[in-house]
């Protein structure tokens, strides 16, 4: 008895996708990813729709078919428009600079941290307190975003450090006299 998916992906013209049995590969115009999947999940096109089915009812299937829809929507919406994190940067002295295709965050240590671009992702820096990582994959950008802004995370006293765009970080009251 198989189920199909509820919301069908739909494929944008200048995409194309091949189904192997374990694997996902969807081509754009911004590039290429692939994906493993499930051995239980059947990945499906049918002209410009793309469609997830799972065997059972069974919980560990109706998770893994709402995984496998989001890592194939995903990477549809990946190669045709791309991902990107804005990061704010607040705190005196603290900035950003690229050298090359690395970025270079000067951040009240005594030393500058450098973080190289890996393969599929850029940096920009429009001003010195504001970061943007663009990539096609959104757990590569994520997870580049993420180690950025681990390398000084929003402190609650004063609000220095790095934080996403519109990330609220909850202040404290300092201690008083």
Not at 40 to 63: C, I, K, L, N, Y
Not at 87 to 107: F, N, S
Not at 143 to 159: D, H, S, T, V
């Amino acid at each position: 008895m198989s189920r199909i998916g509820r919301k069908p992906i739909p494929v944008p013209t200048g995409v194309t996708i091949s189904i192997d049995p374990d694997v996902v590969r969807v081509h754009g115009p911004k590039g290429e990813l692939s994906e493993r999947i499930h051995r239980d999940m059947t990945v499906a096109q049918d002209g410009d729709t793309v469609t997830v089915s799972r065997p059972t009812d069974r919980g560990e299937h109706r998770a893994l078919h709402g995984l496998t829809r989001s890592l194939v929507a995903n990477m549809v919406e990946g190669v045709t428009a791309g991902y990107t994190k804005t990061l704010e940067i607040q705190g005196v002295g603290y900035r950003a600079t690229l050298k090359g295709r690395d970025l270079e965050l000067a951040l009240g240590y005594s030393h500058p941290v450098s973080i190289k671009a890996p393969e599929g992702i850029e940096f920009e820096v429009p001003m010195p307190t504001r970061v943007i990582v663009k990539g096609i994959s959104k757990q590569a950008v994520g997870e580049i975003a993420a180690i950025i802004r681990k390398q000084r995370p929003p402190e609650p006293y004063k609000g220095k450090g790095i934080r996403y765009e519109g990330e609220y970080v909850a202040r404290k009251v300092g201690k008083r006299a």
